[in-house]
T-cell receptor
Framework: DQQVKQNSPSLSVQEGRISILNCDYTNSMFDYFLWYKKYPAEGPTFLIS?????DKNEDGRFTVFLNKSAKHLSLHIVPSQPGDSAVYFC??????????FGTGTSLTVIP | DTEVTQTPKHLVMGMTNKKSLKCEQHMGHRAMYWYKQKAKKPPELMFV???????INESVPSRFSPECPNSSLLNLHLHALQPEDSALYLCASSKTSGFQETQYFGPGTRLLVL
C-alpha cells in the first residue's frame, strides 16, 4: 500500500516559470517530509525538508508547503532552470525515521 | 561535508558469484541504510543499522547479508543472486535513526546479475 503518492509522473515547464510538484500522503502519523532530486544512475540528493509544526519552508528557489489537514505537500521551484530537470521524490517519515518515498515526478524544464 | 561514497559504481556478476558493496561516510552519522531502487520506482528500504547494530531488516532474502564493521562503514555481501536483483543499490546515512533526521544518499552501485 503506497502511503506516499505523487500522482503526476511527469511535468514540463518553460524555463523561468514556476514548477509545482505535488505529493499526497495517507498516514497521519507522518511528521517530517523531505524532497529529493535524482538524476539518472545517481543517488537521491536532499533538497529541502519540512516538519509538521510548520506549513512552509523556503530555501532559495525552492519552497515546500505543507497542508496537514489535506495531507498534501508541494514543492515550488521558481524560477525553473534547465538544470532542474530530474526526477523529484517526496518522502515522509514518522517518529521512527523510516522513510516512505513517493513514486517520483519527472520534471523537464524547457529552455 | 555531506558525502556518502559507494564502491563500486557498477557491478556485473553471475548467479554463482560472491561480491560485496561498500559504503562509507565520515560525517559522524550513527545510522546507515541500504535501499534498493528499480528503474522508475522509489527506493525500497532493505536494512537499517543504528549504532552499528542491525535495527531493521525489511524481510530481505538471505542472499543479501549486511555488515557494519564500524560506525563509518557499511557493507552489503551478495551471494547467489537472481537476475531480478539487478537494480541500483543505494546507501544512506543520518545522524541518528531517530526523530526528524535527514538521510543523505550515496551515488549508488548499479548491479547487473546475469
Amino acid at each position: 500500500d503506497q502511503q506516499v503518492k505523487q500522482n503526476s509522473p511527469s511535468l514540463s515547464v518553460q524555463e523561468g516559470r514556476i514548477s509545482i510538484l505535488n505529493c499526497d500522503y495517507t498516514n497521519s502519523m507522518f511528521d517530517y517530509f523531505l524532497w529529493y532530486k535524482k538524476y539518472p544512475a545517481e543517488g537521491p540528493t536532499f533538497l529541502i525538508s519540512i516538519s509538521s509544526i510548520k506549513d512552509k519552508n523556503e530555501d532559495g528557489r525552492f519552497t515546500v508547503f505543507l497542508n496537514k489537514s489535506a495531507k498534501h505537500l508541494s514543492l515550488h521551484i521558481v524560477p525553473s532552470q534547465p538544470g532542474d530537470s530530474a526526477v523529484y521524490f517526496c518522502a515522509a517519515s514518522d517518529t521512527g525515521n523510516q522513510f516512505y518515498f513517493g513514486t517520483g515526478t519527472s520534471l523537464t524544464v524547457i529552455p | 561535508d555531506t558525502e556518502v561514497t559507494q564502491t563500486p559504481k557498477h557491478l556485473v556478476m553471475g548467479m554463482t558469484n560472491k561480491k560485496s558493496l561498500k559504503c562509507e561516510q565520515h560525517m559522524g552519522h550513527r545510522a546507515m541504510y541500504w535501499y534498493k531502487q528499480k528503474a522508475k520506482k522509489p527506493p525500497e528500504l532493505m536494512f537499517v543499522y543504528s549504532y552499528e547494530k542491525l535495527s531493521i531488516n525489511e524481510s530481505v532474502p538471505s542472499r543479501f547479508s549486511p555488515e557494519c564493521p564500524n560506525s563509518s562503514l557499511l557493507n552489503l555481501h551478495l551471494h547467489a543472486l537472481q537476475p531480478e536483483d539487478s537494480a541500483l543499490y543505494l546507501c544512506a546515512s543520518s545522524k541518528t535513526s531517530g526523530f526528524q533526521e535527514t538521510q543523505y544518499f550515496g551515488p549508488g552501485t548499479r548491479l547487473l546479475v546475469l
